[in-house]
């Protein structure tokens, strides 16, 4: 109690000095003082320093004389201690609130934090009433329940820690193409293709009705034009130049599904590469951007990863560390549904050799291949695009596709390689009465190709699997879903 009673005595008499620079009877704080992130200084080792932060109260304490906050600027998952004399607790300190504080960074007696910032100089930039407040204090609210208010909930701890987790995996995508010789490109979002083929496309057209006065041509863009649903078919016009190219952004989907792996609008990490004539090839590029992604977000977000594998998803840092040590499965779609048809479960959806894989189907092939990330190879070729390359082996006739199938998510990567072959490209447009839409695509063949492949990952699906976010919704920013398009 002695050493307490004098702790909070030399806090006091700490926290009741003003900075030199000071004059008058009003307290003032010094201009000179240094703007700096919570982050920066919690890691800070300038002990002594006049520093000034800005951020979010996330509690407010009194005690005796003093007064103890935390706030936090989003810069770091640990919200910054501050002690100031009660003199300074003004009208509108409360939890949520923002605030500009000024003061002497200084080693704290506690051993729950390294340092705290002894204030000279707090003032209330925003109120905010705790009452009307939708998220407590004192409460750990589920992802569910801050779901309901996307203008709010990048004000909890799991929804900052998801942003600067999926900022920081933005980054280490880049990184990895970039570091393995992959040229960016900026591939639009409005498009005159349907690269997919499925017909879940958002068209685009001006809200206004002064563009659709020419009857004979109502477009804006003089044809139909959509929202991209991938960006594909502009990396192949690339890769015609570069050996590696790639593209990270928004895509969009007009899929009526509201389930918990599903967006309208969700980010897609796709890559083309050249002269590759093996699917094995491609897996080599996708398990290592995986690994690589995976491995930097450990290193780098550890605090923030480390609450949602303890918090959210316990048991989940386990299946990560199992699927950065293995070795990604290999089986082909009819070793795939040979398992499928051999176990005694009962699916809701038919496994017979030609049908489409469904989630319930990928989920549990991956269960089957010991919870390891399972790569499935040569699909049936009438399941395919029109770009993926023909296997033409008989009697069954598959395509050189692959799909990346990971623990609770199911399907993260799809790739091919493309048909490069020009007669059999012309035949297979022809058959499906596309041959004139995609002339451009044909001339692709005739002048300088070479064999080529790629492939496309979900950004959202891949956080879903690293973290064990049950819905995909609560991997994004604002999310887009059949009849949801909040803000």
Aim: glycine residues 6%; neutral net charge; hydrophobic residues 35%.
């Amino acid at each position: 109690m002695l050493i307490r009673a004098l702790t909070l005595f030399r806090r006091a008499a700490s926290a009741s000095r003003f900075c030199p620079c000071a004059t008058g009877r009003t307290p003032q704080y010094c201009t000179s003082a240094k703007n700096i992130s919570i982050r920066d200084a919690l890691t800070s080792q300038e002990t002594g320093s006049n520093i000034r932060i800005r951020g979010w109260v996330r509690s407010v304490r009194s005690q005796k004389n003093l007064l103890f906050l935390h706030v936090s600027d989003g810069s770091s998952l640990q919200p910054l201690q501050v002690v100031a004399n009660s003199d300074l607790n003004t009208r509108g300190l409360a939890f949520g609130c923002a605030v500009d504080v000024t003061g002497s960074l200084e080693k704290s007696p506690s051993q729950k934090q390294k340092v705290e910032l002894q204030a000279q100089h707090v003032e209330v930039v925003g109120e905010c009433n705790p009452v009307d407040f939708p998220f407590k204090i004192k409460e750990r609210h589920s992802l569910e329940y801050i779901r309901q208010f996307p203008h709010l909930r990048c004000r909890t701890n799991s929804f900052s820690s998801l942003l600067r987790i999926r900022s920081e995996a933005t980054a280490a995508i880049h990184s990895y193409f970039r570091d393995n010789g992959f040229v960016q490109i900026h591939t639009p979002i409005i498009t005159s293709n349907d690269c997919e083929g499925a017909g879940e496309l958002f068209q685009v057209e001006p809200s206004g009705n002064e563009h659709s006065l020419d009857k004979e041509n109502p477009h804006f863009f003089s044809v139909p034009a959509y929202l991209t649903v991938s960006g594909q078919l502009h990396l192949e016009v690339m890769a015609g130049a570069f050996p590696a190219v790639y593209t990270f952004g928004p895509t969009f989907r007009a899929e009526n599904s509201q389930s918990r792996r599903h967006l309208a609008e969700f980010y897609m990490a796709e890559a083309e590469i050249s002269f590759i004539k093996s699917l094995e090839d491609l897996m080599k590029v996708m398990e290592d951007l995986f690994k690589t992604s995976t491995e930097h977000l450990l290193s780098h977000c550890a605090e923030d990863m480390g609450l949602f594998h303890k918090f959210i998803s316990p048991g989940q840092r386990e299946k990560v560390d199992l699927m950065l040590k293995s070795s990604f499965n290999v089986i082909s779609y009819t070793e795939a549904i040979d398992i499928l048809n051999r176990n005694s479960e009962q699916f809701t959806f038919k496994t017979e050799w030609g049908c489409d894989l469904q989630t319930e189907h990928e989920k549990f092939l991956v269960k089957h291949c010991g919870n390891v990330p399972v790569f499935v190879t040569d699909y049936p070729y009438d399941l395919k695009p029109f770009y993926a390359r023909d296997n033409q082996d008989q009697p069954r006739h598959t395509a050189a596709a692959v799909d990346l199938l990971v623990p609770g998510v199911g399907e993260l990567c799809g790739g091919s390689l493309r048909e490069e072959r020009l007669e059999l490209l012309k035949t297979r447009l022809a058959r499906a009465g596309l041959e004139d839409t995609y002339a451009w695509y044909l001339q692709l063949r005739q002048f300088g190709s070479v064999p080529h492949g790629g492939f496309g990952m979900g950004f959202e699906r891949y956080l879903q699997c690293v973290l064990g976010v049950n819905n995909i919704k609560d991997t994004i920013p604002f999310a887009r879903s059949s009849r949801s398009c909040l803000l």
